[in-house]
């Protein structure tokens, strides 16, 4: 069972940015396919960004192509993500979750093991 941890939100002025974290236990880190999602009040969980299944490749939502960057330090066993150019429309419970499986990449039901998320407000 892979334990996530997600940190790194708050509250920021449209404009600005954050760098989420995800510190993963159990299991071999440099093995985890993994993404983020987003959950808006009254929205459905929407994929933000995540790495292909043999890892060489990033994903974006069209929407924050540009200003968001996924990237990973395997030597700390950690994800992030790093967010400028904020935007209201950006204001959700951010997670973290490892792939199960080589399926879309954006679809959720492909991921097994998540987070507890993390709060990220931009006022505008």
């Known amino acids: 069972q892979v334990r996530l941890v997600e940190a790194g939100g708050g509250l920021v002025q449209a404009g600005g940015s954050l760098r989420l974290s995800c510190v993963a236990s159990?299991?071999?880190?440099?093995?985890?396919?993994m993404g983020w999602f987003r959950q808006a009040p009254g929205k459905e969980r929407e994929f933000v960004a995540g790495?292909?299944?043999?890892?060489?490749?990033?994903y974006y939502r069209d929407s924050v192509k540009g200003r968001f960057t996924i990237f990973r330090d395997n030597a700390k066993n950690r994800i992030y993500l790093q967010m400028n150019s904020l935007k209201a429309e950006d204001t959700a419970v951010y997670y973290c979750?490892?792939?199960?499986?080589?399926?879309?990449?954006?679809?959720?039901?492909?991921?097994?093991?998540w987070g507890q998320g993390t709060q990220v407000t931009v006022s505008s």
């Open positions: 159990g299991g071999t880190f440099d093995n985890y396919r």
């Open positions: 979750a490892v792939r199960s499986n080589s399926g879309a990449y954006y679809a959720d039901v492909n991921y097994n093991d």
């Open positions: 790495f292909s299944w043999n890892g060489g490749s990033t």
